[in-house]
């Protein structure tokens, strides 16, 4: 059975950073891409960043481009967002999600094993 569990979360001031973790059992980690999505109340899950299984390369949502970066430890099982210069409106739950296979993708419906999601709160 594929697990994932997140940690990280917590509530940080705006302009304050945040490093989440996410650690995967029962799958072979370092054939498996990886991906951070957040799901805010009210609205839809929305990528986050995307990660091949070897880590040479990645991809991050647009409105996140140069705040947020994910990366991945094969020899920890693990996978990180760091996330910086946080403001309001990145208040949400993140959830990290598994794939079988090594390419990246963006959508939710590509990746089959989830974890419980961490919540995120950014407020002064």
């Known amino acids: 059975q594929v697990q994932l569990v997140e940690s990280g979360g917590g509530l940080v001031q705006p302009g304050g950073s945040l490093r989440l973790s996410c650690t995967a059992s029962?799958?072979?980690?370092?054939?498996?891409?990886m991906a951070w999505f957040r799901q805010a109340p009210g609205k839809e899950r929305e990528f986050q960043a995307a990660?091949?299984?070897?880590?040479?390369?990645?991809v991050h949502a647009d409105s996140e481009k140069g705040r947020f970066t994910i990366s991945r430890d094969n020899a920890k099982n693990t996978v990180y967002l760091q996330m910086n210069s946080l403001k309001p409106e990145d208040t949400a739950v993140y959830y990290c999600a598994t794939r079988n296979g090594c390419y990246l993708k963006t959508g939710a419906n590509d990746y089959d094993y989830w974890g419980q999601g961490t919540q995120v709160t950014v407020s002064s």
């Open positions: 029962g799958r072979t980690f370092s054939s498996a891409a």
């Open positions: 990660i091949n299984c070897r880590g040479g390369g990645s």
